[in-house]
């Protein structure tokens, strides 16, 4: 199932951990994931909303 960050967006794409460094995640290429500048920004901002 696509994580709900993934959607068509614009071909400018930021690589985004789908679980943050910083709480716990791994570096690795299976937890990273493609995210336009926006989804970037906003799934960092819940992402640490819940710390």
């Known amino acids: 199932?696509?994580?709900r960050w993934s959607h068509r967006a614009p071909a400018t794409k930021s690589p985004g951990h789908r679980q943050p460094l910083a709480l716990e995640g791994e570096d690795t290429d299976t937890n990273v994931q493609p995210l336009?500048?926006?989804?970037?920004?906003a799934k960092t901002a819940e992402?640490?909303?819940?710390?």
């Open 47 to 51: 992402d640490f909303t819940a710390m």
């Open 36 to 41: 336009c500048h926006n989804c970037h920004l």
């Open 1 to 3: 199932m696509p994580h």
